[in-house]
């Protein structure tokens, strides 16, 4: 039995947005620093992963940050032009550093070197290291080398150094290879030029060299888009969006009864300030009656449908928690619908409890029947801090269609925001089985003498077909 394929792990970084505490490395929740996922959450040994780069700066303050990992790959991948890694810190500076079995790639962004670095060799390490579609706009003059391989091959491929520094790439007994790229990569200690340049290179000239970043290679910085002219506009193809449930807070915060031009708040209990469990204050508290129960509730001024809510309680004291609870609405304030039924819910601090139900009608009175709390003791009262009351709303979804983008050739601002990444399988051509029709004499429509069927149905080829086969038979 063959191994099973090793599973590419995505990790996404925002030096603007992301949290190194708060972030877990998704999408949506990035972290901040690769420094911070190198050395803090990475897996050393043998993982692979894609690293996603948002715009910003992202420094290197510690050069162990790549020997660290024993084996695995690493490919880091930036947005182009706006994202910048700044490497701060020696890499194994006169030395050897890292293993052999790594291999790292860093592509689709700038890479630069703080100049003050000048010390003999600036990188020595072992594992496989490739630049693909890099901007060099600064490093270091050296008098032996910035990068000195001692592993295995480093690579450069679409890549453009800027200044003309010395020493640049120095060759060991391993192996350095430029491809395709322009600008001035020059020869360290014991190096020379027939070393490295292994085609398609402009060395010591960087005339039109974004076009070197921006079209060559997997890592281009512009991706290719596109537009469908039609009918004298040219167009991209809009997926559209599924409608989206929302819920939507009906309350604004109260500071009396009826404060709100929506309606009042209203129940019993220790005191009249219903409100206070609708204020948007957490400190603020309202108090059911004596022993254990209590009712809480807002009046609107015309009926609404509510099908969720949440009860919140801050207290340290859970005791005056409630327990158990019916939620109501009705239209007359004596005949009331149950809504939603919560028995025995476990308290805690905070205890927050947040429930969402079918509800199709509309209600005047909604509120809440407290029939039990933590410690029904006889002596404790039920307390709320916070209630907020939510209506459902359904947002409309967008149908798929075709989106009209000009009626002039469109900009390179539109192509790159706008266009579209790939035309297939959008326009791909499908072969399609036709369901059988029967045909019906139609006589009467046909010259004199003939006679024939025709088909009782009109297909509307809309797009591309493609006729495969033709079967005719006389009847």
Known sequence: MGGSEKMTIEIYLDATNGSDTLGNGSSLAPYRTL?????????????????????????????????????????????????????????????????????????????????????????GFRWKWSFYNVLFEYTPNNQTSVFSTSGKELVFRNCVKLTNTTSFLRKNSFVISVYDSMGYFTSGYQTTQADWDKGGNIIGSFDNYMEVLNYQGEYAWITSKSFILHDGEYKKWNEGQE???????????????SSSSLGEAFGNGYAADYYQAFDGIDSTVWQGDKPTVGVIGFKYNKPICISRYILANYTATTRFNPKSWTFEGSNNGIDYTILDTKENITTSNPSITEATFNNNQTFLYYRFNITNISLADGTNRP?????????????????????????????????????????????????????PMSMADKSEILGVGEIGKVFSKTIDLKKYFDIRNVRMEEK
Not at 90 to 103: I, R
Not at 245 to 251: A, P, R
Request: proline share 5%; glycine share 8%; net charge negative.
């Open 35 to 123: 420094q911070y996922f190198c050395d803090s959450v990475a897996v050393k040994n043998n993982a692979d992963y894609k690293v996603f780069l948002n715009n910003g700066v992202y420094e290197i303050t510690n050069g162990t940050i790549f020997g660290q990992f024993n084996s695995g790959n690493m490919t880091i991948i930036g947005k182009g032009e706006n994202t910048e890694i700044v490497q701060r810190a020696y890499m194994y500076q006169n030395s050897v550093g890292g293993n052999a079995d790594f291999s790292l790639i860093i592509a689709k962004c700038k890479y630069n070197i703080l100049t003050t670095l000048t010390g003999a060799n600036v990188n």
């Open 243 to 257: 409608p989206v449930d929302e819920y939507v807070s009906t309350i604004p915060p109260l500071t009396s009864n």
């Open 383 to 435: 307390h709320v801090h916070e209630i907020k009351l939510f209506e459902h709303k359904k947002e409309s979804g967008v149908p798929p269609q075709w989106e009209s983008i000009s009626s002039t050739p469109p900009s390179y601002t539109q192509f790159l925001e706008q266009g579209m990444d790939s035309l297939s399988p959008l326009l791909d051509r499908k072969i399609t089985t036709l369901e």
